[in-house]
């Protein structure tokens, strides 16, 4: 009988082949984000695995599968670019500077590259398969615990706002890491401890979203600009986003906050089972 970890394992793999073979299909958004889900899961499974085993042993299958997600990512910090865009109403900047057809160009050039990409998935499964299938449930659980053990170090000093981003990918592969657990060891604190993780790690979320267009609005030096309808809707870009972080940071803080104030979350075994949550998509 197959564990959790070998479950979820197989699961990423035919859903990651899938999710390809749609954006081929469609080059859609939801497709390019299944795509990205799917890789982030695999990419936390290989986490876990690197540092169970030698880190070098991996390393090769690690390589493979960022390249893939990180060639995506370069579509998926587009389209959240265009989405703010339009929301502000700066026309003039997305025209100029951020248009439509650089997503079209990603996208021709993500599935120009697919088979290659396929094929590079397909030779990190092969060597990832085997420590799947020889890793015991009881690593799975140690490293959930390891794991909330560097959370709540940083809940617990107040972490600023440069170890948010650091914060949110531990509490990610924390809620990932929950789905390789046996389902017979849940509990309500931990469910609890699960919904507080998958709010904060939002937050955080659409926090560094703004901060990610922001990064991309001094890349291109739009203030050096001469065309007047630029500087325009850089000036009314610049004071929604000024809004838009402020109240993004407050949430994110209120958040932080909030975990002081509550009883530990500490994970605690009970028997031989250790307690779980369910997975995050």
């Given at each position: 009988m197959d564990t959790p970890l070998q479950k979820y394992y197989?699961?990423?793999?035919?859903?990651?082949?899938?999710?390809?073979?749609?954006?081929?299909?469609?080059?859609?958004?939801p497709s390019l984000h299944d795509v990205r889900v799917e890789l982030k899961k695999l990419r936390a499974v290989i986490r876990f695995l690197r540092q169970v085993y030698h880190r070098q042993t991996?390393?090769?299958?690690?390589?493979?599968?960022?390249?893939?997600?990180?060639?995506?990512?370069?579509?998926?910090?587009?389209?959240?670019?265009?989405?703010?865009?339009?929301?502000?109403?700066?026309?003039?900047?997305?025209?100029?500077?951020?248009?439509?057809?650089?997503?079209?160009?990603?996208?021709?050039?993500?599935?120009?590259?697919?088979t290659d990409f396929k094929a590079d998935i397909k030779e990190a499964i092969d060597q990832l398969t085997p420590y799947v299938q020889?890793?015991?449930?009881?690593?799975?659980?140690?490293?959930?615990?390891?794991?909330?053990?560097?959370?709540?170090?940083?809940?617990?000093?107040?972490?600023?706002?440069?170890?948010?981003?650091?914060?949110?990918?531990?509490?990610?592969?924390?809620?990932?890491?929950n789905n390789w657990i046996e389902d017979a060891a849940k509990s309500e604190k931990l469910l609890s401890t699960y919904a507080f993780y998958n709010?904060?790690?939002?937050?955080?979320?659409?926090?560094?979203?703004?901060?990610?267009?922001?990064?991309?609005?001094?890349?291109?030096?739009?203030?050096?600009?001469?065309?007047?309808?630029?500087?325009?809707?850089?000036?009314?870009?610049?004071?929604k986003m000024h809004q838009q972080l402020k109240q993004k940071q407050k949430w994110v803080i209120e958040l932080i906050e909030q975990s002081m104030n509550a009883p530990s979350t500490n994970l605690h075994h009970q028997g031989n089972h250790i307690t779980n949550g369910n997975g995050v998509h």
């Open positions: 197989h699961q990423r793999v035919q859903n990651i082949f899938n999710s390809l073979h749609n954006f081929e299909l469609s080059g859609s958004e991996l390393k090769r299958a690690a390589r493979q599968v960022n390249h893939i997600f990180q060639t995506a990512g370069e579509i998926r910090t587009y389209q959240i670019l265009q989405e703010w865009l339009k929301r502000w109403e700066v026309p003039a900047i997305e025209q100029q500077f951020f248009s439509e057809g650089r997503v079209h160009y990603l996208t021709e050039n993500f599935n120009q590259k697919s020889g890793t015991n449930s009881i690593l799975c659980e140690q490293y959930l615990l390891s794991l909330q053990a560097e959370i709540e170090s940083l809940l617990h000093r107040h972490a600023p706002a440069t170890e948010w981003h650091e914060l949110r990918k531990l509490m990610k592969q924390w809620l990932y890491a709010k904060l790690q939002e937050a955080i979320g659409q926090w560094h979203d703004i901060m990610m267009v922001q990064e991309m609005f001094e890349r291109k030096q739009l203030h050096l600009s001469d065309d007047v309808e630029v500087q325009k809707d850089l000036s009314i870009g610049k004071e």
